[in-house]
């Protein structure tokens, strides 16, 4: 019997990849003396669809693949704008009693590790609203970027205004109490929550220039369908990657009322042993 369902469970597995990927990811790591917890309520994660050409001059491609999905008849790449509050931000180990809150808007690009083969995202960067952001800044060079934000979600309305000279942004979005689907790009569910949900690790340029990462980990989000009244990033189109046209007509709009998020800190720098590995 333990035989046969050893095979079972491998041809499962072997069917179904990504929910088998997604199960490892939903499994917390150690926590560590810096490692930050923190309660996302109000989380949007908008995100579009555009030719990776646009996207390639921003990331190191020697180390990252952006992979494309089959959308409205063309290979297109993805990111996303990710708005939330933060409600009780705190070191889960040091200074529990100590936290913060704040919004935030996280600007990624959806990217595959060639090291691992493991689909995770690439940060342009982030905007908080809190003075967090310059003791983060100081001690690991992270491109977290000071800014201003008003929340208001209610009524069906989730609604976001930031002010930032790196990421201004408008947003207002329609609550359409709708369960979310396969969303197109996608061939499973699975496959859409393990990409576009689920990416666990992060990757960006350190204000040094070099590179840095950091990892989360969350547990699986209820999603509902929102629906875009409103859109506009200042960030996607001073890097030239979307008019204003198309920050208009996102590929999807995702929302969660609340998550529990916790945030394995401190980042990692990656030396130049690791990029020269993937040249060789």
């Known amino acids: ?50 030719p990776k050409e646009r996207l390639e001059k921003y990331i190191p491609l020697d180390r990252f693949e952006i992979p494309e999905f089959e959308i409205g008849g063309r290979r297109l790449g993805m990111m996303s704008a990710v708005p939330f509050l933060d409600v009780d931000f705190h070191f889960i180990n040091l200074f529990p009693f100590l936290k913060f809150n704040f919004g935030q808007t996280n600007y990624r690009v959806y990217v595959i590790d060639k090291k691992t083969g493991e689909h995770c995202v690439w940060f342009f960067g982030t905007t908080l609203g809190s003075v967090i952001v310059y003791a983060a800044r100081l001690l690991w060079r992270i491109p977290w970027h000071y800014a201003r934000f008003k929340i208001e979600c209610e009524n069906g309305r989730w609604h976001y205004a930031t002010k930032s000279k790196w990421g201004e942004a408008q947003i207002e979005i329609e609550d359409t109490g709708e369960v979310v689907g396969v969303t197109e790009g996608f ?71 609340e998550i529990l998020f916790d945030v394995y800190l401190p980042p990692r720098r990656l030396n130049a042993d690791e990029m020269d590995a993937l040249k060789g």
């Open 187 to 257: 061939e499973s569910y699975d496959q859409m929550k393990l990409i576009l949900t689920h990416p666990v690790d992060g990757f960006f340029y350190r204000l040094d220039g070099t590179l840095g990462s950091y990892s989360v980990w969350h547990d699986e989000m209820n999603i509902r369908q929102g629906r875009a009244k409103n859109l506009y990033f200042g960030l996607y189109e001073r890097l030239g990657l979307l008019t204003k046209d198309e920050m208009r007509r996102p590929h999807s709009i995702f929302l969660c009322d």
């Open 1 to 50: 019997m333990e035989g046969r369902g050893g095979a079972v469970e491998f041809v499962v597995e072997k069917m179904n990849p990504y929910r088998s990927l997604l199960t490892h990811r939903l499994t917390p790591k150690p926590s560590n003396l810096l490692d930050v917890r923190s309660t996302l309520k109000h989380f949007a994660l908008i995100n579009y669809a555009l």
